[in-house]
């Protein structure tokens, strides 16, 4: 019989663990333009589990499954927006979302772990986007202008993950401890 709350107790401190973890490892994959911010959302669930009645509930945890939403689709189609910006073709744009994402999956055979596809994403967008310019313009230089553009605004993503993993982070930190 006393068994049962120690084991109970066990698996409380291992939830909190695995909380603790999810915040570092969402940071982390964030930083490499992977969905850190799905982590935050599953550690927001596992507290609600572990916490019933108590911060936070299922508003907090539909707000951060709709920001990790919400960041996907602007990683999306960053890079044609960063390919339009600079004077790019719609077909360029195009090719900015299909660059990335084959990038994305060739990247996985760099052999460096995790960052090999994110260098892969930022090639393939890259050399995509100039090709279809280059193509369309026959201009080396606003070729390469506009495939930066899609590189610069891949990066931006990036630190917009960033900084919505740690505001969620933040947010659940803050509510945990004072709430």
Avoid: D
């Amino acid at each position: 019989m006393e068994i049962y709350p120690w084991l109970l107790q066990a698996g409380e401190i291992v939830l909190w663990i695995f909380i603790c973890l999810s915040f570092v490892l969402a940071l982390v994959l964030s930083c490499l333009s992977l969905s850190g911010t799905w982590l935050v959302a599953l550690a927001a669930i596992g507290t609600m589990l572990l916490r019933p009645g108590e911060f936070p509930g299922w508003a907090t945890v539909m707000v951060f499954l709709l920001l990790s939403v919400a960041v996907e689709l602007v990683e999306w189609f960053a890079g044609a927006w960063g390919v339009t910006r600079r004077g790019g073709s719609g077909w360029a744009g195009l090719a900015a979302i299909v660059g990335g994402t084959i990038g994305l999956i060739a990247g996985t055979f760099i052999p460096i772990p995790i960052v090999g596809s994110l260098v892969g994403m930022l090639i393939g967008s890259f050399a995509l986007v100039f090709a279809v310019e280059q193509y369309r313009l026959n201009h080396t230089g606003q070729a390469a202008h506009i495939a930066r553009g899609a590189v610069i605004a891949r990066i931006l993503v990036i630190f917009l993950k960033v900084v919505t993993t740690l505001g969620m982070i933040a947010f659940l930190a803050a509510g945990i401890l004072f709430g």
